[in-house]
């Protein structure tokens, strides 16, 4: 089992960044234009996701949830807030509101969304990005923000996980008596951190001359097995796509 996913990962790694960037392009259209209707849509639409996870890399749990849990956190508010004000409302199926069904929508889309993200940033290396940004038509300094937005969210996540460390390490237990206000200092402290490094960043780059565009060395060469792959990504997400009709 290991060496059909070392191969399949390996495979995954050796295809030009255009026809990755496009497969997953076709499973971004795939969620958002498919309608989330029946469980076995659903559940075909979540395998899917979860493929993408795991074709281009090793599983990172870790990671996964550092990036998911947020999100899950802010969707479960709104949607709480909706059913809330759906049965104050006086409404005597609040769950099959028109604004929670609306919610429901909107909260699958976004998943699916956060999910594709993921898997591009899993599949991706930082010169592969440096090669499609200098290519993509949304202009050299759309670019240059996308770029430094991936060089430095990784950093902010893992500083939500230097504090604690730092706050254990000063005597700090678990089990705090006022977890809310914990949360808050664990955020503050984490942003502050954060534009912190984000200032030196800047300093770094104009103290090099940046003049906001990146620059690689990096080529690649678009070979016969790229264009049999992104044929066959297309033909296997028509077929999804005709395939959800009849779950």
Same mark, same amino acid.
């Given at each position: 089992m290991a060496r059909i996913s070392d191969f399949i990962q390996g495979f995954w790694r050796r295809r030009h960044p255009w026809s990755r960037l496009a497969a997953i392009g076709l499973a971004l259209a795939f969620f958002l234009l498919t309608p %989330?209707?029946?469980?076995? /849509?659903?559940? +075909?639409k979540i395998l899917l996701a979860a493929a993408l996870i795991l074709i281009p890399s090793r599983f990172e749990a870790r990671r $996964?949830? =550092?990036?998911?849990?947020? $999100?899950? &956190?802010? /969707? +479960?508010?709104?949607?709480a807030a909706t059913l809330i004000s759906s049965i104050f409302s006086g409404n005597p199926a609040p769950f099959s509101s028109p604004g929670f069904r609306a919610f429901i929508t909107l909260a699958l889309r976004s998943f699916w969304l956060?999910?594709?993200?993921?898997? !591009? &940033?899993? &599949?991706f290396s930082y010169p592969e990005l440096v090669f499609l940004a200098r290519r993509l038509p949304f202009g050299g300094h759309a670019a240059s923000q996308v770029l430094l937005?991936?060089? /430095? $969210?990784? =950093?902010?996540?893992a500083e939500f996980g230097h504090v604690p460390l730092a706050w254990?390490?000063?005597g700090l237990k678990r089990g705090l008596p006022r977890p809310a206000r914990a949360a808050r200092c664990l955020f503050q402290a984490a942003l502050l951190r954060s534009l912190d490094k984000a200032y030196r960043l800047e300093i770094a780059l104009i103290g090099r001359g940046f003049r906001g565009r990146f620059y690689t060395l990096w080529t690649s060469e678009w070979k016969a097995? %790229?264009?049999?792959?992104?044929? !066959?990504?297309?033909?296997?997400f028509v077929l999804l796509a005709g395939s959800t009709r009849w779950i």
């Open positions: %989330d209707r029946g469980a076995g /849509t659903l559940s +075909l $996964w949830l =550092k990036m998911f849990l947020p $999100w899950a &956190s802010f /969707t +479960l508010l709104v949607g956060v999910n594709a993200a993921f898997s !591009a &940033s899993l &599949s937005v991936v060089m /430095t $969210w990784s =950093k902010l996540l254990k390490s000063r097995a %790229d264009s049999l792959f992104l044929a !066959a990504a297309a033909m296997v």
